[in-house]
Nanobody
Framework: QVQLVESGGGLVQTGESLRVSCAAS????????MGWFRQAPGKEREFVAA????????YYTDSVKGRFTISRDNAKNTMYLQMNSLKPEDTGVYYC????????????????????WGQGTQVTVSS
């Protein structure tokens, strides 16, 4: 049974930083790609970032490149998203995801059924 538990969301002002974390259990963590998606009010859920199984490869949606950093600690079964220079348009519920298939990748074309999902953590950036 895969469990993904996010933490670290909150309310910040424009330009500030926030780090969200995802603690995973149920699979051998290092065998699976991990990623973050987000959903803003009234919008569809979108891909934010992903990291490969060993952490060597990272991928970002264009709107967060240079501001967000995804990472993972396989010894702690935890993934992180460091968010700097936050903007109001970054507001949304951030979801931790894990690939359902070993050695598969996560990206903007991933479908919900290809991933395990956490319950989400709210990030609100005020202007």
């Amino acid at each position: 049974q895969v469990q993904l538990v996010e933490s670290g969301g909150g309310l910040v002002q424009t330009g500030e930083s926030l780090r969200v974390s995802c603690a995973a259990s149920g699979h051998t963590f290092s065998n699976y790609a991990m990623g973050w998606f987000r959903q803003a009010p009234g919008k569809e859920r979108e891909f934010v970032a992903a990291v490969t199984q060993n952490g060597a490869g990272t991928y970002y949606t264009d709107s967060v490149k240079g501001r967000f950093t995804i990472s993972r600690d396989n010894a702690k079964n935890t993934m992180y998203l460091q968010m700097n220079s936050l903007k109001p348009e970054d507001t949304g519920v951030y979801y931790c995801t894990q690939a359902a298939q070993r050695w598969s990748v996560i990206g903007p074309l991933s479908t919900p059924g290809q991933l395990y999902w956490g319950q989400g953590t709210q990030v609100t950036v005020s202007s």
